[in-house]
């Protein structure tokens, strides 16, 4: 059973009442792994939220919530990204800031942030074998110093818009080179109606596209709980490649990539601080409430 991230990033109200507003209709779980927040704060926050007539709640097959309108089809769509967007977690990743936004359809737009540098450095860290390995392998010497940064910089910060596809009539194309595309799909089966729309995207305008994927998007395949990305071989035939480490995953960034740009490396410490606001009031706030760790340690100093 997939285990979830939660209970490690503080409840912003302003960004939980948007998130529910923008998705028309949104589970609480998909709330609680989108914002990686304590369970029961959530719920208080909701019943808040309803009390004060903000948000309706209603109940499929689990409690769902929305503002003025829900839609049946964003539910699973919007929880299939957030198992996508969990993931990137597990890589080594953190948030500053969840949103949703509608471009066809219902997208997570997240900004994410990872110390690479502190997390390679650290004495437990058991992917450096990899990482040097990944770093040889690079493409071009270009490559290898764009993989080199971010070992070299105190943090980076990813910004990526994750969208879902259930079936194969592939409602979505490429609208922006903005930030890292990421489609999340439930199962393999999805893979080749969207190998058959992938294109070269400096080749053709994303301007008013309504019919191509560009070729370096990332993939959640859900059954695999698992990162891919396409690639052409020499014989210039598609092979999917596996992304299930951080170093994989700064691997495709570095060779792969096209809107690298868009990657913002820094050596800001004071800025790092404001990214991860949200995580160290999460930290305090587990030792303040710990009321059964409070009690434990009071049993034990009075024996």
């Known amino acids: 059973m997939k285990k979830y991230i939660v ?19 949104i589970y609480e779980s998909t709330l609680q792994n989108l914002l990686q927040c304590n369970r029961t704060s959530l ?26 309108k829900f839609d049946l089809d964003n539910l699973n769509q919007l929880d299939l990204q957030a198992d996508a967007l969990q993931k990137m977690l597990t ?14 359809k219902k997208q997570i737009v997240a900004s994410f942030h990872s110390a690479v540098k502190k ?23 270009e490559n290898k110093e764009l993989f080199s940064k971010f070992i070299n910089h105190h943090h980076v910060e990813v910004p990526i818009h994750f969208s879902s596809i259930y079936d194969k ?26 190998k058959k729309r992938l294109e070269d995207f400096s080749r053709y305008r994303v301007k008013n596209n309504t019919t191509f994927i560009r070729d370096d998007i990332l993939l959640y395949i859900q059954s695999k709980d698992c990162f891919f990305f396409y690639s052409k071989n020499e014989q ?19 060779n792969y990539f096209k809107s690298s740009k868009q990657i913002n490396f820094s050596n800001d410490e004071e800025k790092y601080k404001t990214l991860e606001t949200l995580y160290v009031k999460s930290s305090k ?12 340690a009071k049993k034990e100093a009075q024996s």
């Open 236 to 254: 210039r035939q598609w092979i999917l490649y596996k992304v299930d480490s951080l170093f994989e995953f700064i691997f495709y960034l570095s």
């Open 91 to 104: 890589l080594g990743f953190r948030t500053s800031s969840v949103s949703i936004t509608t471009n066809q």
């Open 7 to 25: 209970n490690k990033r503080a409840i912003d109200n302003d960004e939980l009442l948007q998130l529910i507003i923008a998705s028309d209709g």
């Open 169 to 194: 009539n592939l409602p979505i194309h490429t609208y922006s080179l903005d930030a890292l595309d990421v489609i999340a799909i439930p199962t393999m089966q999805q893979l080749p109606a969207i």
């Open 43 to 68: 719920e208080a926050r909701l019943k808040t939220l309803e009390k004060h007539k903000w948000i309706s709640k209603r109940k499929l097959s689990k409690h769902f919530y929305f503002a003025k």
């Open 285 to 296: 706030n587990r030792k303040q409430y710990n009321t059964i760790g409070k009690k434990n």
């Open 119 to 141: 997390i390679y450095n650290h004495k437990n860290f058991s992917q450096k074998p990899q990482a040097f390995q990944l770093f040889n392998q690079c493409l071009s010497n």
